[in-house]
């Protein structure tokens, strides 16, 4: 039994011996990864705290800007309604323009009718002023008979139921056309 001890203590030395080394590697290799791990860690927690403060200034940010919409929403909703206003005016106005055109058209053809209408009553004119002339000058010749035949002496008298129809046709045929 003492060499069953012996082999024992042997083996149990032995152990030990390839275990010391054995468990000081996997020591210094937990302590590295630990010191690793913690270096990770921390970078990683500095990158968070990074990123956290990048986010809560962006979230300062759209807070500022959260606290503007309902001002800008009351600004659109103002341009909306003066849009609407300024589309009602201008339909308004459109209308007027329209009416104002055929307005325009209207008296446009009526200053046509009426210059065609001058004109023909300046060409008329034209002729009552011929004409005119003309019954002035038959007018002195008549005078000019008249006065020769006054001193003619009296002249003989017509039936008096012929003359003023004779008169009246001719004061009819010679009237304005």
């Known amino acids: 039994m003492d060499e069953i001890a012996r082999g024992l203590v042997a083996a149990l030395v032995t ?23 913690e270096t990770r860690h921390a970078q990683d927690i500095k990158d968070k705290n990074a990123q956290i403060a990048v986010l809560e200034a962006r979230i300062s940010t759209l807070e500022e800007q959260a606290k503007k919409v309902p001002a800008l929403e009351r600004q659109v909703a103002t341009l909306f309604r003066q849009i609407d206003e300024q589309t009602t005016r201008i339909d308004g106005l459109t209308d007027d323009l329209g009416k104002a055109q055929k307005e ?5 053809t009526r200053n046509d009718e009426l210059l065609a209408e001058n004109t023909r009553l300046f060409e008329a004119n034209k002729a009552l002023n011929v004409e005119t002339a003309t019954y002035r000058s038959a007018l ?38």
């Not at 590697?25 to 630990?34: D, G, I, K």
């Not at 325009?104 to 446009?108: D, F, G, S, T, V």
């Open 140 to 177: 002195a010749l008549f005078a000019d008979k008249v006065s020769e035949k006054a001193e003619a002496g009296p002249p003989e008298r017509a039936p008096e139921s012929a003359a003023p129809e004779s008169n009246e046709q001719e004061i009819k045929s010679d009237g304005p056309s």
């Open 104 to 108: 325009n058209q209207r008296l446009l």
């Open 15 to 37: 152990i030990l011996a390839i275990g010391a080394p054995i468990t000081k590697y996997f020591l210094t290799r937990l302590t590295r990864l630990e010191k690793q791990a």
